[in-house]
């Protein structure tokens, strides 16, 4: 188990490493002049030649490629003109917020694992639940009334889902504020009852999905010899759909759940937009309104490594579901 989870983690180093290259080589390498887009519009001449120099622009790629990398885990000092030493981890400067940009990151990235975290329990959870109970009641009302939910939500979007909450649970009952973020350790309950819309919008698109995906795999694995071999030895239900079906039916779902979580992680721009949040995924849409590269590249990273840890979470529960992927 230990030799499995070590060559996971290596090749998870080595495609980070390849993702940082290959959106610093995009955001400061290709582009003209990158500096243009990230100072105010009211620079000059000159203070565009200084914000040059503050970033290092001058010297050549690897230099600085290196220099990013080290203040990711050691810090390092921007000048005077970018608030002096940047601890660990320091990914620049923003001259668009006037602020680093792991500070930017600090801000706004609890929002959205505040959004994610509570909203990919709610969708697993109900999703994977029903796909289930569907599956082992095929054909009944109840089937019928799963596969109508799942189809709906398939069909519809956050943002139409979104209005719908807001009209009727916020604007005309009154039943829930205008969403909002507050810290969970300041208020848990303004923290539930500001993020509770965006919860459950979410869990209903992404439920809707997993319930289809979960039905069908739990279907095909129900027709499989091993379970029919189960039921003629005399095992219970419970043992049966739960120790041997279930656990073969929930592979493909860790896999989708590892990457919608993942990529959820690195921004959930409309979601936010659509409840007037600000979390990363707004933060990066701004970035690159305002031509912001250093938040950009951030962001990018940030959403990589989400990415990136999800699928070795996945590999990791592989290992746990299916005792043959630890000997391979």
Known sequence: ?????????????????????????????LPRDPVSGMCPKNCNPERLERVRQELGLRDPLISQYAGY??????????GSAQGGRCDAPCLGWSYANNEAVS?????????TLSIVIPAAIL??????????????????????????FSLTGASLQIYFVGAVLLLVLVYNLRLLPVPSYTSLFDSPAKWASGLVLAWVAL????????????????????????????????????????????????TPVVTIAGLDVGGALGG???????????GLGR??????????????????????????????VVDLLYAVIDPRVRLR
Do not use: C
Not at 10 to 29: D, E, Q, R, Y
Not at 71 to 77: A, C, K, L, M
Not at 103 to 111: F, G, K, S
């Open 123 to 148: 969708w697993l959870l109900l999703g994977v639940g029903l796909g289930m109970v569907s599956a082992l009641r095929r054909g009944t009302w109840l089937d019928r009334v799963a596969i109508g």
């Open 1 to 29: 188990m230990a030799r499995f989870l070590v060559k996971r983690l290596l090749s998870a180093g080595l495609t980070l490493f390849a993702v940082s290259v290959f959106s610093f080589l995009m955001f400061f390498a």
């Open 283 to 312: 933060t990066a849409v701004n970035a690159v309104s305002d031509g912001d590269l250093p938040t950009i590249m951030a962001t990018v990273l940030i959403a990589a490594v989400f990415v990136v840890l999800a699928n070795v």
């Open 103 to 111: 500070d930017t990151l600090a801000r706004v990235l609890p929002v």
């Open 69 to 78: 990398m080290k203040g990711i885990f050691t810090g390092r000092d921007l």
């Open 203 to 250: 869990a209903f698109l992404y439920s809707a999905i997993y319930a289809r995906l979960s039905r069908a795999q739990m279907l095909e694995t129900l027709s499989e010899d091993y379970v029919r071999t189960a039921r003629a030895k005399g095992l219970t239900k419970p043992k049966v759909y739960g120790r041997h079906a279930l656990r073969a039916a929930i």
């Open 268 to 278: 959930t721009v409309i979601t936010e937009t659509t409840f007037g949040i600000q």
